[in-house]
């Protein structure tokens, strides 16, 4: 299990020499496609719980405990910026933190709503077919609720003295909407505040602005094509 720290930021025409002149390494392109999950009634989204499937491969983004904590507080203007979830990466976990999360809410109400919701069988065939999965989101009506593929270009910065490497990734979705996030990726239980230093510095050699919290994909695709769905996360401040 690790740890994702990451701020977002706008994609403007000359990051791509930015990245090169702060000594940004190119590491690869790639596209992928990314399906996430959810119950009917959003019951995973609403505690800021996301369920993906991408390339058949399953992975779900918990918040952790300091980002549940500093909701309830004041947080500082740097970390405000930031995003800090929990990866889980294995099937059987991700099914059993499901079901922690979720409690009886998507479970035990009959048969399967994935009809109900209009969802078509090859809407989730790619991922379900891998580690015997659609038995568990039968069981826990769970149903795509976005679906998008996008291009990414990853580039990584190496900082002298510093034990984990900061990954920058420029995303393009195939819904119109473009991206960058820097990333640092910690151990469970690491420590926080280098790697926030880290995109803190690594924000101001990009010559980025540190005045509001730039939306994801995930935000933009909801707001375009979910708007009710959109709407619940906002008031719960998730979004």
Known sequence: MRVEVERKFVCNSDVHEKLREIGAVCVGQCEFEDKYFDCPEHHLTLRDVWLRCRQGSWELKCPTQEDRQERGEQESHARSLLTRYREITSLPEIIAKVREVTGEECAGHGPSRMEDEGMRMEDVDECSLRGGALSWLNELHLVPFAVFSTKRCSFTLAEEGQQHGVRVDLDQ???????????????????????????????????????????????????????????????????
């Open 173 to 239: 979705a195939d819904f119109g909407f473009c991206v960058g996030e820097i990333e640092v990726l910690l151990p469970d239980g690491g420590e926080m505040q280098p790697a926030l230093e880290q995109i803190e510095r690594t924000a101001q050699r990009l010559g980025l602005s540190g005045e509001k919290r730039v939306p994801g994909k995930m935000d933009a695709y909801l707001q375009k094509y979910c708007p009710e769905h959109y709407k619940k996360l906002l008031n719960a401040k998730i979004l």
